[in-house]
């Protein structure tokens, strides 16, 4: 017998999984003292302009690392966008971010995205305005050479009719000071 997995459950059951795998090595390998030695901060600015088209993003993040090999962090992202004639939107929200790196140049990463997503349309589409919660599971692998990673995600919830990205590829450069 088959039972159905609910994506959001499956979201949820691979945090707890992560973070509680996170939580145990901290306890194990670090004192309250040099907390701070190990947070690193970064993010993302984003800006994309075109015929009519403009969206801006802002994305910052810390991570903690536990050793050389493990990381786990926050973030928070903004984005607005506008399409002349057609739309306004506002994209609000947060994720929670793990990070390997089995050799010191190879990187991946689950991230779990959760966004607010407001969209309003022209009135003359008579289209109604739309606000909802869109949940993204990042699965990512990356080439990293010190604080700079660069590579590719995929979105193993990807929803074409909510998510806010054009496909579930997303290419990703991550910087963490």
Known sequence: MRFPLN???????????????????????????DFWSHVRFGGGIGLSFGDGFFSGTLA???????????????????????????????VFGGSLI????????????AEFEELNVSRNWDDRYARPNENYWYPALFLGLGYRSHNVSVGIRYDVLYDEGKSIYGDAWVPFVRVYF
Do not use: W
């Not at 499956?10 to 390998?29: K, N």
């Not at 810390?62 to 399409?83: P, S």
């Open 98 to 109: 793990g990070l390997f790196n089995p050799i010191p140049e190879i990187q991946l990463s």
């Open 60 to 90: 910052p993040s810390a991570i903690y690392e536990f050793n050389e090999q493990f990381a786990f962090g926050v973030g928070l992202n903004g984005t607005y966008n506008k399409r002349k004639d057609l739309y306004k939107s506002t």
């Open 7 to 33: 994506k959001t459950l499956l979201s949820c059951l691979i945090i707890i999984l992560l973070s509680s795998s996170c939580l145990a090595q901290l306890r194990t390998t670090q004192s309250s003292s």
